[in-house]
């Protein structure tokens, strides 16, 4: 639904503002552009994509995610301190983290829901100070090889596609840190 | 110090391989299986790219996103954030792949190794779709309740594309 009102509103937008400043013949123009721009889009990024989906594969399957999620557990105890002696939480929050760390989305997202569906049974209804600080920790993105970003670039010609990596670590870490500052100060004051 | 991250991807690649060979899984079918997987994931991005970016191309060409930049630019600007990357400050929490569309358009016109091209990608990089994620995990526990989960999920995106602009002029 969101996003049916967001596109009506651009492609409105885009008329409205094309007519007033009498760009009109440029904006009929660009949607057949920015249409086979998609196209050719997603067949540059295909190569790259399909290239990490699979390096990310055999991390999945050589146990190389449990050995990072195990390895993340002290740090999750201190984020969650209400449920570091809940076994089945605490390893479906590390183990979605690492998913995540590694880029494995489709991994990461059951795990964490999984995490989020057994916190809730102890405060039904309500987001607990726990399940504030996952979705929170889950809307911050700390991708250690931002595999998407990587193949846009490279599928627009980057001289290095990686070299960014530096620039995502950095803009990550102080994103997730203000964001995980943010809720613990709010568990303090907010009811 | 550069070509340390240059490399990083490729010696990731052969590490992973080792490891997996040590331990016994059987790598060439994990990564044409991955491979697999990534060919889904393209033909399902496709077909949001294409409509969004009919419409991002329409704005372009409008001239709209620099009225929208013009007006919020200088604002932009006193924080250090690139008044062209406006539209995918607005999208960015709301929808993953049309912040994808964004971003791409950003990147192709800009030069994906200019000031704007590196803080959108960036910026795509260090941030998630907020509103997305915070409505499939409360659905998921059944929380009507949402508490400061929102605003703090909100602060962190802020702090990200701040983050993302300095980074972006100190690193380069």
């Known amino acids: 639904m969101a996003m049916s009102l967001i596109w009506t509103v651009m492609v409105g937008v885009a008329i409205l503002c094309g007519l007033a400043t ?42 190389i995610a449990q050995g990072l999620s195990r390895l993340l557990r002290p740090a999750i105890r201190l984020l969650y301190p209400d449920f570091a002696g809940d076994r089945a939480v605490m390893d479906a929050v590390s183990a979605n983290l690492s998913a995540n760390l590694l880029g494995l989305g489709n991994a990461a997202t059951p795990l964490g829901l999984e995490a989020a569906r057994l916190m809730a049974e102890r405060t039904p209804g309500v987001a607990s100070d726990a399940l504030c600080m996952l979705v929170v920790c889950n809307t ?9 970003v990587a193949s846009l670039r490279a599928a627009a010609g980057s001289a290095d596609p990686f070299d960014i990596l530096p620039a995502v670590w950095l803009a990550s870490l102080i994103s997730i840190t203000v964001g995980v500052t943010a809720a613990k100060l709010s568990s303090r004051c907010w009811r | ?44 991005i496709m077909p949001p790219l294409i409509g969004l970016l ?37 999208v960015r929490p709301v929808s993953g792949s049309a912040a994808l569309g964004v971003g791409a358009e950003l990147i192709e016109t800009y030069g994906p190794d200019s000031l704007v091209g590196r803080t959108a990608a960036v910026m795509l990089g260090s941030t998630e779709t907020t509103f997305y994620t915070v409505a499939v995990y409360f659905g998921a526990a059944k929380v009507g309740k949402t508490r400061y989960a929102v605003p703090a999920a909100l602060c962190a995106d802020v702090a990200g594309f701040l983050a993302a602009s300095w980074a972006v002029r100190l690193l380069f």
């Open chain 1, 140 to 148: 911050a993105s700390f991708q250690l090889i931002p595999t998407t």
């Open chain 1, 22 to 63: 009498g760009n009109g013949p440029a904006v009929a123009k660009g949607a057949l552009d920015g249409a086979a721009a998609g196209v050719e889009l997603c067949i540059s990024m295909m190569g790259p994509l399909c290239l990490w989906m699979g390096v990310m594969e055999v991390m999945e399957r050589s146990g």
């Open chain 2, 1 to 44: 110090m550069d070509l340390v991250f240059t490399m990083l991807v490729p010696f990731l690649m052969l590490a992973v391989a080792l490891w997996g060979l040590a331990r016994r899984v059987d790598l060439w079918s994990a990564l044409t299986d991955g491979a697999e997987k990534g060919l889904k994931v393209s033909l399902r």
């Open chain 2, 54 to 90: 009919t419409a991002v191309h329409m704005l372009r060409a409008s001239g709209a996103l620099e009225l929208l930049g013009d007006a919020l630019g200088p604002a932009l600007a006193a924080v250090g954030i690139p008044a062209e990357t406006i539209g995918l400050l607005l």
